[in-house]
């Protein structure tokens, strides 16, 4: 299972601002190992999707062009405080990770 | 399949909350409303990842705003926002138009989501960043230069 991923959301009057910082490597796969000489095999997210309470709110595709650590920062209108924020993303390899949070 | 299951049903009798959890999340529907296809983010040129994206001759756009450095010491690490103030706003993607694969993010946004995204992204070299907008099925584009003194792809 990967790392945790963090998750804060927070409403400023009516909308909800939502920042997710997520772990990985976001290897392009066109980096060479300093010791080895040979290239990193390509290890990024490619796809994210979020949600507030179930409904689908933002669907990302992603390349290795993201930088590590992924950070992502979205709006959405309409939520309130205590409605659930669902993150999930899946990278190249088929790893997957998934986090909540509540709106506060 | 079936390891999955087992990890399912495993959580499902209570092995812990967090078995739970993480049974939850991948049992969860892949969203509808897919991004662009993974060949726009191979696509090595910034014209044929806008092909893969079917956008043609985006318009260009002084209601999108991009807030990036003017100049970024490290190309690792780019700080991007793209806040597009064009009503009906249903995608955003961000291509940084020198990158070895150019598309890097394609966000769309549904359910409420304001037309705004903000990420970090890895850049080879001074580009121009680009972002393009998708609102009423009109695409909308506006691009802002950054000076990279160290890249961030290969090395």
Known sequence: ?104 | MNALRRNVLKGATGAGAVAVAVAAGLLKPTQVMAAAPRSAFEAKNVGDALKGMGVSAPADSKDITIKAPDIAENGAVVPVEVTSGIAGTTAIAIIAEKNATPLVADFNLMGGAEGFVSTRIKMGQTALIRAVVTAGGKTYTAAKEVKVTIGGCGG
């Open chain 1, 1 to 104: 299972m990967a790392e945790p991923m963090r998750i804060r959301a927070t409403m400023a009057g009516d909308v909800a601002d939502v920042k997710v910082l997520m772990n990985h490597p976001m290897e392009t796969g066109q980096r060479k190992d300093a010791k080895t000489g040979q290239l990193v095999p390509a290890h990024y997210i490619t796809e994210v999707t979020a949600s507030i309470n179930g409904a689908a709110v933002l669907n990302a595709g992603l390349s290795g062009g993201v930088s590590r650590n992924p950070y992502l920062g979205f709006k959405v209108k309409g939520p309130k405080k205590g409605d659930k924020v669902v993150v999930n993303w899946v990278d190249n390899k088929g790893d997957k990770n998934t986090a909540e949070a509540t709106i506060g």
